[in-house]
């Protein structure tokens, strides 16, 4: 685009003193950092051999912001634009009207703080409502997150497994709730990593890379899907009959323990590196996964009641699906660990 500030730019390295090598920096950038001749900057030599500049020197202090003007935005995309603008990374959203905000609009504004985190009013008129992000991105670590997330799924389905043991659905009563932290925290997630991405300050101090980081958003998904099977039990638990005599000891229950070990295994991988962990959880997975397929198959062909035998074949869909999600965050576990392993050599 015409006007836009250049991003590249070819300049020599040039030699002085007879023993060092130099090369300027553009005038453009000091002067949009606003720094002067003396201020000092931090250079970080990357593993792949890049050079990273940072202005630690910068008097200039910039922030993230969107305008959302409702009039071009229909009523039933509002929340959308909403979300898009948190995802985004903005630290200011602002949201303006031409007349007064209706009911709709407000009860859209906070259906969508009440699905973030962090997110606040910081003022509001007739026709303007600011929003502000609270939450620095660079204090809160990643894989605490994603830790969260898994302790969230892991305790649903815990709780799916005794209800179908004692009967008491009392401890399904606040499955939305858990539902909706999953989904927020899957917000958070993938904020962070879009702004990993974008900034070289917060990946320095959350220290993830940003080819990790991008690893990390798979991984973020895949989480929120089995966070949606896990919810799909709970309600199909708490809301209908199950069949007499069901039993954890045999399929389909069965196969949520070695779900429950393998996830297990895997959310501690992120931290530690032990690939023989990652294959024993992916094997254990992928048999699992095999005898649900099979258990379906032959539920089909079995007498027993139809309205037992649907409740039975979605718990056996559902947890089915959570395995193969998890066998999806092995592979990409596989991938994250062989990039740390890996080096860069001079051919």
């Known amino acids: 685009m015409a006007g836009s500030p250049q991003k590249s730019e070819i300049r020599k390295i040039q030699l002085t003193g007879g023993s060092t090598y130099i090369v300027s920096l553009p005038k453009n950038w000091v002067m949009e950092h606003g720094l002067n001749a003396r201020d000092q900057i931090r250079i970080e030599w990357r593993p792949s051999g890049t050079l990273r500049v940072i202005p630690e020197a910068s008097s200039v202090t910039k922030r993230r912001e969107v305008n959302i003007d409702l009039s071009s935005v229909p009523d039933e995309m509002l929340f959308d634009h909403l979300i898009a603008a948190y995802l985004s990374g903005n630290q200011l959203i602002r949201i303006q009207s031409k007349k007064s905000f209706s009911r709709q609009h ?99 101090n959350l220290g993830t890379s940003r080819w990790e980081a991008a690893e990390l958003s798979k991984v973020v998904r895949t989480l929120e899907r089995m966070g949606d099977h896990s919810f799909a039990i709970c309600a199909l638990t708490r809301d209908n009959e199950s069949p007499k005599g069901i039993n954890t000891g045999t399929l389909p229950l069965s196969a949520i323990p070695i779900w429950q070990s393998s996830i297990k295994l895997l959310i501690s991988n992120f931290r530690k590196r032990r690939i023989s962990e990652i294959h024993q959880a992916k094997a254990q997975l992928i048999s699992a996964r095999k005898d649900l397929e099979k258990y379906e198959g032959d539920l089909r062909s079995t007498d027993i009641d139809i309205k037992d035998a649907l409740f039975l074949d979605r718990i056996s869909e559902s947890l089915r699906r959570m395995c193969a999600y998890s066998i999806n965050m092995a592979e990409v576990l596989l991938n994250i660990q062989a990039h740390r392993d890996s080096q860069e050599v001079t051919n």
Do not use: H, W
């Open 106 to 204: 407000r009860k859209v504004f906070r259906k969508f703080i009440g699905s973030t985190r962090g997110i606040e009013i910081s003022s509001e008129s007739e026709n303007t409502i600011e929003m502000i992000s609270l939450i620095n991105p660079a204090e809160m670590p990643l894989y605490s997150t994603l830790n969260r997330m898994y302790l969230l799924i892991s305790s649903q389905v815990r709780d799916v497994v005794e209800v179908l043991s004692t009967g008491e659905k009392d401890l399904l009563e606040d499955a939305e709730d858990r539902e909706g932290e999953v989904d927020a925290l899957r917000l958070l997630l993938e904020r962070q990593v879009g702004q990993i991405l974008e900034s070289a300050s917060i990946e320095s």
